[in-house]
């Protein structure tokens, strides 16, 4: 008996941050420390990855700055303006991905989007990026209490939105996020650049 056949990719999930716009602690600290050295020290010793990896699940900012400045008080003003100065963080879109996704939309390519994100950031960069809306569904970490590359947030886009993994390309700037979408039968692209996309999507005769 013959297998039914793989569906075509069709429907392209992208992340946001370092794929559609640039997001970097350091623009920010560049302009609060001196030398690089204090920057990498505060940023793995203070505001780390994990501690921002909870704001992405759902704690409000208010609660995880306040959580820091009660350890780190000598540290409060740099803690505090994680979140009170957050947009300059973000210095802009990255370069090229912002077209590529005009060509797909011009095919009629379904698009979603997947992505760690503060829910209260998420609308404050929202506001800022009004191409979010071009999304038919976006699922954000922040509000679902659920972050990448937990398995659970991806089953929540495919129940949700109604979509077979094996039609869906998922694009991310993550390694594990994208070994998480591979083992459901997604495929991938693990993101560096607009010219290596470009050059994926055609393959996948996408554009």
């Not at 999930?13 to 920010?28: A, Y």
């Not at 929540?156 to 083992?183: G, T, V």
Request: charge should be negative; proline fraction near 7%; glycine fraction near 4%.
């Amino acid at each position: 008996m013959t297998a039914p056949p793989v569906p075509r990719v069709s429907t392209v999930i992208f992340d946001i941050g370092n794929v559609l716009i640039e997001w970097d602690p350091r623009h920010l600290y560049r302009q609060i420390f001196d030398t690089p050295e204090e920057i990498e020290t505060f940023l793995s010793t203070i505001c780390t990855p994990a501690w921002n990896l909870e704001q992405d699940r759902g704690r409000p900012f208010a609660e995880g700055v306040a959580e820091l400045v009660e350890r780190h008080p000598d540290f409060e003003a740099a803690i505090r303006a994680f979140d009170q100065r957050w947009d300059e963080m973000v210095p802009g879109l990255v370069p090229g991905t912002l077209a590529l996704i005009e060509r797909l939309e011009a095919t009629g390519a379904p698009l979603y989007a997947i992505t760690n994100f503060s829910a209260e950031k998420f609308d404050e960069a929202r506001l800022r990026f009004p191409f979010f809306d071009r999304f038919r569904g976006t699922i954000v970490s922040g509000r679902e209490r659920l972050v990448k590359p937990e398995r659970a947030i991806f089953e929540l886009l495919l129940a949700r939105y109604e979509l077979r993994a094996e039609a869906c390309l998922f694009i991310d700037d993550s390694p594990a996020n994208i070994a998480a979408a591979r083992s459901l039968g997604m495929a991938t692209h693990h993101f560096s650049n607009a010219e290596r996309l470009e050059a994926a999507l055609v393959e996948l005769q996408l554009i």
